[in-house]
Nanobody, 123 residues
Framework: QLQASGGGLVQAGGPLRLSCVST????????MGWFRQAPGKEREFVAA????????YYADSVKGRFTISRDNAKNTLYLQIHSLKPEDTAVYYC??????????????????WGPGTLVTVSS
């Protein structure tokens, strides 16, 4: 029900926008998040947005460089990356769920996941 796109090979310092389209009719009722998994590492939280889009949350490592947003009319989630670093190289996953606010960074509380899109940053 979730399909992420927009990944690719990008030079460090360059921008990129990831998109995630949901086929669920209840898209607007879910909080949405982006997570990533680098080679040899565990999956980590990147950013999340509440159902209304009014509240956003970021990992410290991406604050100021990434912007999460959603368009509920289009059932689409976005992750705008303004300036990539080599350490951003990972498979990026979008997820949907209804975690409580204090646990919005916990991937285990998200119910639906897309297959991921690979972002590779060259130095």
């Amino acid at each position: 029900q979730l399909q992420a796109s927009g990944g690719g090979l990008v030079q460090a310092g360059g921008p990129l926008r990831l998109s995630c389209v949901s086929t669920a009719r209840t898209f607007s009722g879910y909080s949405m998040g982006w997570f990533r998994q680098a080679p040899g590492k565990e999956r980590e939280f990147v950013a999340a947005v509440r159902w209304s889009g009014s509240a956003t949350y970021y990992a410290d490592s991406v604050k100021g460089r990434f912007t999460i947003s959603r368009d509920n009319a289009k059932n689409t989630l976005y992750l705008q990356i303004h300036s990539l670093k080599p350490e951003d190289t990972a498979v990026y996953y979008c997820a949907a769920g209804r975690p409580i606010l204090s646990a919005i960074t916990n991937g285990r509380l998200y119910d639906y996941w897309g297959p991921g899109t690979l972002v590779t940053v060259s130095s």
